[in-house]
């Protein structure tokens, strides 16, 4: 800097976090305003750990605002107790003390870690919700983890693991792609995750017939290790055969973490389609490994998803798929669920505190009217006592209350009247042309669409979260590593400060 600009004072570390601090206190008061006029938010909770072995939970903030969907880093707090639910929903409840978002958290969304997912509803009032995409991957994961698909895995991963580690069978397996005109690809290995399973049995389709030659060349491959390497015919049928469904199930993943649209309303109509579309069992004559695959998949996502039990009529899930217009017509509920969701979303738009009025109490005054009238012609004065007792019991706002449920109920109606749109329609560009059709559905809709439906694009957010608190910035303290963080996540509220 001396050459470049010698009279540049360089700021030194104090100037440069009196900074960082005065640029924190700017952004969290742009923030801060913009969450002032929203109704209700969703938490995505992202537990992480520094190259430094530091344990820390980031809380991610979503929300709506002119029907478009925001997301913002509210905090990030160093975990150095146990990450056992009661820390973990303290730490919740002081940053919605810290925001002033007391009674306006809605749910929150979580990753499926036992503890976290059997004890921190114990400790919040708002829902929490565990990650679909996860759930779904444990899901896959039990139907790899039987017998018969294991073992399939199992020989793929080491006749892949031979390309790799052997260079003459890797050239050999060049030339052979190139004498049999095949796509010149390498062999994907599988590491964690199923999708890397789904890779790795769609490259090995790709290049069956090139990698049986080589495993044939007795001047490349060992007659002996060929004969260990080769799959017979019925594994590599069960690959053929197990394909379409893990690209089902591939794309029902992408459907939820996409960054454009990842409401939690597609939870139960993408469940539902797996369960009694593409996990049912075929024809007798289907593979026994790919029925059992599909047959402890189902049983696992029935087990965590329950789409049968009627309690599911007031979680957030099902509540924002009512609200969704493309999901409005409810195919994927049973005739029993459907009315019960109706009825769910009828007592959520209803104004609170109207409870319906029985009939039994009436009777009385109905009974004192037609005797005061069978008796004589009454006064006015009788009449104003008449009036001001029937209002009395009855309350001066009964007629009010009437309307507006009458309203309430016509809007439902009309709304569930009218078609779905395309499914590649987005919910939030519908209700922004609908919102003053449907102002009660509209309010709720704000509310329950923006709870995401997978922590996937939360955690995208952080792929170099390391590279802010590492072992060359040790004197970072955990204030600091959250003024950081926050800074760069939320770069859109500090550049309109700028």
Known sequence: MRFVEPEYCVPGGQAVMSRLEMCYDNCVKSL???????????????????????????????????????????????????HAAENIAEKLHSVVERWSLTGRVLACLHDNTSNVQANVPKHVTWESISCFTHTLQLAINDGFSSCGV????????????????????????????????????????SCSGWMSVHNMFERLCEQRWAITA????????????????????????????????????KFATTALTAEQSFSISDIYPICNSLLQTHLRSGSPAEN????????????????????????????????????DPRHKHMQFLS????ATAKSKLLQLASPAGVEPLQSAGTEPIKN?????????????????????????????????KGNVENAVENELNTYFREPCPSLECNPLAWWKVNAQRFPTLGKLAQSYLCVPASSIPAESMFPNAGFTENCLFTRLTAEHVNMLIFLNKNQHYFLNLM
């Open 32 to 82: 801060r305003k913009n969450l002032g006029g929203v109704a209700q938010v969703a938490f995505t909770t992202y537990r992480w750990t520094a190259p430094t072995a530091e344990s820390y939970m980031t809380v991610i903030c979503h929300y709506i605002e002119n029907w478009e969907l925001r997301s913002a880093v509210l905090h990030t707090e160093n975990i150095a107790l146990q």
């Open 150 to 189: 294991a073992c399939v895995v199992a020989a793929a991963n080491r006749l892949v693991a031979h390309f790799h580690h052997c260079s003459m069978a890797a050239e050999a397996l060049v030339r052979k792609q190139a004498k049999l005109q095949v796509k010149q690809h390498c062999l994907i290995q």
């Open 214 to 249: 080589v495993l044939s060349d007795s001047s490349v491959t060992k007659p002996s290790a060929a004969q260990k390497l080769q799959m017979p015919d019925e594994h590599w049928q069960f690959i053929e055969d197990i394909l379409p469904l893990l690209s089902t199930l």
């Open 288 to 323: 026994g490994n790919v029925a059992n695959f599909k047959a402890a998949v189902r049983h696992s996502l029935e087990h965590c998803m329950k789409p049968s039990d009627p309690a599911i009529a007031a979680k957030a899930a099902l509540i924002a798929s009512v609200l």
């Open 335 to 338: 005739p029993v669920l459907q």
């Open 368 to 400: 004192e009217v037609a005797e005061a009238n069978e008796l004589t012609e009454p006064t006015p004065k009788q009449m104003c006592e008449a009036k001001s007792a029937i209002v009395m019991l009855l309350g001066e706002d009964y007629s009010v």
